[in-house]
């Protein structure tokens, strides 16, 4: 097992001599530690009698992730050492961004992994509650590592054979376990959420109006599109990359739990048919960002029929929901969906990054994107080209994003991820019964969470008096960021805060995280208790 | 060293047993190899005790990779063992793609990484050729193992402080060494090379028409776009992706050689004014996909001043050239861009996907696509709000690209990248020299290559002795495919071909791949006249 000790040198005649005043260099402190102030990325493989240099060095790189995966896990880790932009612009203890001319040696590019670990953020620590990713899977990382080892590209089956059929059967899987039957359905996986639904609006406008593709938007009338005012920012945004503008996207109305309200949907619809726009496109949310709510799907669906529109449902935060039997009734009518994102890399703790856009209609993405690029997409190839999948995407190289997910797959089985997601279901319970319980919280609303959003209010006793009102409001809006700031400082937890509509900063806690227990959610109320008391 | 001997055990009590029971489990065939059949994934970490079994497994997954990687590198291992895609579907040798309700073993999994690999494509091998992004680079796999250990993403500097600050020196970086002054220039790292030349399409549009966002593209005149026939399809896929259709992307003829013709496109775009559109952006080539060919930059430069249209420089191939002084003068006028397009996945050898968008005026890229979506980019911060590049992109989520090609920069230098880069055009020279001493090849352009491709076409005995024309140009047309054919199936080299304009399908080499020696050349040429004499 201990590849600087072993002799498995395929070195020319040419290497030779430079390989055994390496091997000499690495042994010389014995199995510890390697020296490495002698030795070049030059010396390693492809160099002639490289191999050697290339198994201590990597493993020696191994064995600083390994202790960095060890220690993210610990609790008695800190979860981040905070330091301003200009301190690690200028440098800290040695360690500097500045890019050289002449070439660092492989000793210094090891202290530069070990620094770069250190003043980073420690996402797979149990106490990171920052962000709908989190957590650190090792068979996730072990896919990530042979993804970047194999290092290749998913626009053809020629270069990508096994990759291009893992993708299809997670895409028919997820089709199937989204209510799609077998004849339908097509995807593919997509840079990040925010372009999966770009995807949904590219497609939606090539089904209703194909000619966009040749003439562009001028040729077509003026298009609406619906979104809740609980949604994520990128309705808007692809609207406005895609030529179609943001004032074009009508934000409906939610309720208090943050689900959009069909009859605001509808009467949004026939408001803007009398402006003279055409209605073609609704996105529902199956888990919104901030609320964690699922939209009515079953009764956006029915709108959607009636006025002839496109629905897509967007469940990048709620798809892995779908994964477990327990949960999976709040995503009811997502079979109705024309599109659907998903994204594996948030509830489901896939690597970043991992998301899918699924599509109903087959052949659209290949019609709506496809230019036939003679170079790469060769129709006299000797193999069926339908697996050369690469001209459906917006992309040309596309990397490789499906493979750690099908190897979590592997290990888990459906009903593991399942079990995954329950848990973090239950760890949201805990934490709104925590909340329900303390007279120092509120939460921001009284329902139980549907996903494993909890939203709340730290209020330090200087406020508890206070009457509802501005006065209140505005002070109240300066606790969180203070307290996130005190928390950054110290390392200890991380956790994100916003305001929404007429509420004033509170914070969100999201639980897609694995690690986490009970006793990091006692922790966590307890700590923001500690950082904002004075406040 | 040896990770499964050690015993750095952090186990709760309600762990212990367990971790007692799998590490006699993975002690059980002593040191050269665990048993992993009675382990499964929810036993590694996060789960309490779980720290030796996490380093057992991700050893023994670095053991199969580190094997990979070194036999990668073998002349004397296929480039890729091929099989068609039923056969892979349905299963080769207990290698099965179904993804199961219930977990496999560890044991297992290992065997489908073993598996992967197998069937896949060795695209870091010496005689892969076949893409513009090729080699395998230890420093930047190391990069890429790293990078997903910290599996965190782009958006904030709140949790990406140093990777963002990585990003920042690199784009300056790059921003110098295209030309442009320290007090210009602003980009973002993309999901490859397509989506960059869609900013730049994007940030154009927005710059001259800031309407765009709100309104969309039927608030604006009919605008036209200049690109060359030999130009990346993406300019033509963005137009259609941003609704500006493809039709009104203009087509510039190129010389014999692929180079842009500058009278063409002035008339081009006198001509589109005349029919009442208005041209605002010309896309010039540094290095055409399948040519290799320089567009003219100064003198396009001139024509979009004339005209005040956008000048983009799509330099996604050509741009690893400003890293050497012999090459970089082939880019003159590159300082001129408005903004630039430049891989380092492709010349640079860095792993995929590593793609930079450079836009000379600050500003526009936040104001094109900012949505200020206040649960992500708060403005009350403890740190300087700047650093959260996130809304720049057009992306939400962002997978972290940079951190490879900075430990890459660091492990080489700049001249390191420079003698990599000199080292392919050798070899494209040398090439070069062969095909012109042969008489059983034929080059598709006399003229020397200024970048690493070279294209050419092998002419079978059979077709020697017969004129050009039509019969000839049919027969040599199919002969490039059933090459290729007969080289999968052997799996001795990977080489791309194509037609192009009126030219049958040719071969094209391409050099990026640091392993490839002369001697994989005269294979290459060898190996081509073995498998075609006969057709």
Redesign the interface.
Known sequence: ?????QD?I?ATSAGKEKQQEVSAAVRQNG??LADFSSI???D???AAG??EM??A???E??????T???KS??RSSKV?D?????Q??EGLDGFS????????N?E??LV??RD??K???R??H?RFL??L?S????????G??????????MFT??????????E???LK?MQSIVGWSEDVGDGIFC?????SN?YSI?VA?YHFYPE?????????P?LALFTSEHS???V??S??????????VFVVKCDERGKMIPVDLESSIVAAKEKGLVPFYVNATAGT??YGAFDPLNAIADICHRHTMWMHVDAAWGGGLLMSDRHKMKLQGIERAWSVTWNP?KMMGV???C?AILIKKRGLLQG??E?G????F?T?????VN?DTGDKS???????DV?KL???????????FGSQVNKCLENAEYLFDQLQRRTDYELVFENKPEHSNVCFWYIPPSLRGLQPGTDRDMRLH?VA?RI??RM??KGSL?I?????GTKV?FF?CVFSN??TQQEDIDFLLDEITRLGEDL
């Open positions: 097992m201990d590849f600087i000790q498995r395929i199995q510890t070049y990325s030059k390693l493989l492809p490289g191999e290339t198994r060095f990597l493993q790189l191994v064995n600083i992730l390994l960095y995966i060890s896990s610990q981040l905070f330091h301003h932009p200009h690690l612009r961004l500045e890019l050289p001319d002449q070439p660092d492989l210094q590019i530069d992994c770069t670990l003043y980073g953020v996402t797979g149990p920052n962000q990713s957590g650190l899977d090792v068979i996730g990382v072990a990530e590592w042979l993804t970047s080892a194999a290092n290749t590209n089956y020629e270069v990508s054979p096994v990759f291009i059929l893992m299809e059967f997670l899987k840079p990040g959420g925010t372009i770009l590219l406008r966009v593709k040749t003439r562009g938007m001028g040729a077509l003026r994520h920012y990128s808007k945004k609207a406005a990359v895609l030529g179609m503008g943001c004032e074009n960002t901030v890399h690597p970043l990054q998301s709506c994107n230019m690029a003679d170079y790469l060769q006299d190839k000797p193999y069926d697996y917006i992309q040309c190289g596309r990397h490789q493979f099908w190897l979590m797959w592997k290990a888990k089985g459906t009903e593991g300066q960021p996130k700031g950054m400082e991380l994100g805060y916003q305001p929404l900063n969100r694995p690690a």
